[in-house]
């Protein structure tokens, strides 16, 4: 069985031809868009926006273990374990909720 504890053994999983096609082929069953947020009565979906900082698509869809790859590695590429979620949801699934964007320190008022 495979192990996926180390940032190398995560990167050469998520790198490898299996992950991507199935990736591919739960955003298609998905209908590209964000499970949760479906849940949760919103739509979230991948609008194809393009980053010039990035040079690159914007990340807007992930494809989420349900089960932690980690704990779970007999699930890695289990269909059944892996559901599309936005950027957002899946950082708050992660506990990387980092609030609302930042304040704007400028205060009109006091001007």
Known sequence: ??????????????????WKQLRKEVKQRDNYECQECKRQGRVSIDTNEYSESAKRKKIQLVVHHIRELEQHPNLALNEDNLETICVDCHNK???RDFGKKKENKWDDGKW
């Open 93 to 95: 699934e992660h506990g």
């Open 1 to 18: 069985m495979d192990e996926y504890k180390t940032k190398e053994q995560k990167r050469k999983f998520y790198d490898s031809g299996a």
